[in-house]
C-alpha cells in the first residue's frame, strides 16, 4: 500500500474516531518512524482540521476549507463571518442525516472516587492521570470497533453497533468492558510510582432499541443515541463494585455461552418502573461460536448436505489408512461451512485422533499468530487472572 492510500485511510479513521494514538497508527499499517513523520508532515500540511495531542496522537478538529489562504486581514478590519462546517462523510452520518432507530449496545465506564482523587491531586496532575486512563481505554474500545459517543469528564459512553454495525456487537461490547479492566490495571504501577494512587473503574453494558442522530445546537453537535439503553446501562455502572462489569438479562441473553457471569438477582433502578435481573461478567469462555454454545444442548438436523458430508467422511477413512488428506470448504457468510465442520467432528468424536482447531479473527488482523495463541488459551484452560505458576 503506498502511502497516499495509508493517508486517505488514516484521514478517515481520525474522522471516525475523533481521536487516535501514533502507536496505534504504526500498528495498524506497519509504519516505521521515518514514514509516521512523513505522513504527520502531510496531514498537517493537507489537513487542517486534524491537529496533534502533545505528541501522542491525532484528534479531529471538525471539517475545514483547505482551499488556499485569502490575505492577512488587516489589524482593524472586522472578524470574518465564521464558515459553516463541511458536510462530514462515512462512516460518522452527515449532518442533514435523519435520526436513525437501532438496536445498540451501549457501555458506560466511570472512574471510582473520582472526586477524592481531584482533591488530592494537583488539578494538571489529575488532567494526565485522566488522560492516561481514556487513552488506555480508548484503545481497547477502536481495537472493537467501539464508537466513543462522549467523554464525560472522567466517564466514557460508547456505543457498539453504531456507526457500523457487526453480527456480534454485544460480545464485543463485553470483552471491552472487561479489557478496559485489564488495560487498568497493566496502567496501574506507573501511576502508583508517579503519583501514588490506585485507578479503579466500574463498567456496566445493557442492550435496547434506540433513536440515534445528530443532538445540540448554536455550531455544536453530537451524534447521540436517545431512550432508555444508555440511562439504564449508566445505572447499570452504579451498581458495579470496583474493577468490575455489570451487564443486564438483555445484553447477557445475546452472550450466553461466550462468557461465565454471576446472577445479581433482580435490582431497582433509578427511572426504571420494574426490577431488573443483573449480571456481573467474570471471564471470558472457550467458546468461539453459535455452534459453540449450541452444540451441548443439540443441534437440528443438517439438511441437504448428504453429498458433502460423505466426501469428508471418505477422506477421513482415507487418512485413517496413512494417506493425508486436505478438503477446505468455501462459501458465503451464514451458508453452513461450520455446521459441516461439525457433523466430521461430531462423527469422529469416538475415534483416535487429535483435533487442532485454528480460527482468525477480525479483531485481532494485526496478530499472525492470533490462532495458535488463542488455541493454546483454550487447551491450557487460561484465563487472565491465572497465576503465573
Known amino acids: 500500500?503506498?502511502?497516499?492510500?495509508?493517508?486517505?485511510?488514516?484521514?478517515?479513521?481520525?474522522r471516525q474516531r475523533k481521536r487516535i494514538t501514533y502507536r496505534l497508527l504504526q500498528r495498524q499499517f506497519a509504519l516505521d518512524e521515518a514514514t509516521l513523520e512523513d505522513l504527520k508532515s502531510e496531514l498537517f500540511f493537507a489537513h487542517p482540521q486534524i491537529a496533534d495531542i502533545d505528541g501522542r496522537g491525532l484528534i479531529w478538529m471538525g471539517e475545514a476549507d483547505v482551499t488556499p489562504a485569502p490575505a492577512p486581514t488587516p489589524a482593524h478590519a472586522a472578524s470574518p463571518v465564521p464558515q459553516p462546517l463541511q458536510q462530514v462523510t462515512f462512516p460518522i452520518p452527515s449532518q442533514t442525516?435523519?435520526?436513525?432507530?437501532?438496536?445498540?449496545?451501549?457501555?458506560?465506564?466511570d472512574l471510582v472516587d473520582s472526586t477524592r482523587l481531584a482533591s488530592q491531586l494537583d488539578p494538571e496532575d489529575y488532567r494526565e492521570v485522566v488522560r492516561a486512563y481514556q487513552t488506555a481505554?480508548?484503545?481497547?474500545?477502536?481495537?472493537?470497533?467501539?464508537?466513543?459517543a462522549q467523554y464525560l469528564g472522567d466517564g466514557l459512553l460508547v456505543y457498539f453497533g453504531y456507526p457500523q454495525a457487526h453480527e456480534d456487537e454485544t460480545q464485543r461490547a463485553v470483552r471491552t468492558?472487561?479489557?478496559?479492566?485489564?488495560?487498568l490495571r497493566a496502567l496501574q504501577p506507573r501511576l502508583d510510582a508517579q503519583y501514588g494512587i490506585r485507578l479503579a473503574i466500574r463498567v456496566g453494558i445493557h442492550t435496547g432499541v434506540v433513536v440515534v442522530g445528530e443532538m445540540g445546537g448554536s455550531g455544536r453537535q453530537e451524534q447521540l443515541a436517545l431512550g432508555d439503553t444508555p440511562n439504564i446501562a449508566a445505572r447499570l455502572q452504579g451498581l458495579a463494585t470496583p474493577d468490575t462489569v455489570v451487564i443486564s438479562a438483555a445484553t447477557a441473553r445475546l452472550v450466553e455461552g461466550f462468557f461465565t457471569c454471576q446472577a445479581l438477582g433482580p435490582q431497582d433502578l433509578k427511572g426504571v418502573s420494574q426490577?431488573?435481573?443483573?449480571?456481573?461478567?467474570?471471564?471470558?469462555?472457550?467458546?468461539?461460536?453459535?455452534?459453540?454454545?449450541?452444540?451441548?444442548?443439540?443441534?437440528?438436523?443438517?439438511?441437504?448436505?448428504?453429498?458433502e458430508v460423505a466426501l469428508m467422511q471418505r477422506r477421513w477413512d482415507q487418512a485413517k489408512t496413512g494417506m493425508g488428506q486436505v478438503v477446505v470448504i468455501s462459501g458465503e457468510a451464514g451458508i453452513g461451512k461450520s455446521r459441516l465442520v461439525q457433523v466430521l467432528k461430531d462423527r469422529v468424536a469416538t475415534e483416535?485422533?487429535?483435533?487442532?482447531?485454528?480460527?482468525?479473527?477480525?479483531?485481532?488482523?494485526?496478530?499472525?499468530?492470533y490462532p495458535v495463541i488463542d488455541h493454546l488459551h483454550r487447551l491450557l484452560r487460561w484465563h487472565p487472572d491465572t497465576p503465573p505458576s
Do not use: K
Open 352 to 369: 483416535p485422533h487429535a483435533r487442532i482447531e485454528w480460527r482468525g479473527s477480525l479483531d485481532h488482523q494485526q496478530s499472525t499468530l
Open 137 to 148: 481505554c480508548a484503545e481497547v474500545i477502536q481495537r472493537y470497533s467501539g464508537y466513543i
Open 1 to 14: 500500500m503506498d502511502l497516499y492510500a495509508v493517508l486517505d485511510q488514516v484521514v478517515d479513521l481520525v
Open 177 to 183: 468492558g472487561l479489557e478496559m479492566v485489564e488495560a
Open 275 to 307: 426490577p431488573l435481573l443483573v449480571y456481573r461478567v467474570l471471564h471470558t469462555n472457550a467458546a468461539q461460536t453459535r455452534l459453540d454454545v449450541a452444540t451441548p444442548r443439540g443441534l437440528t438436523p443438517l439438511v441437504g448436505r448428504d453429498e
Open 97 to 109: 442525516a435523519e435520526a436513525e432507530r437501532r438496536q445498540l449496545t451501549v457501555l458506560f465506564c
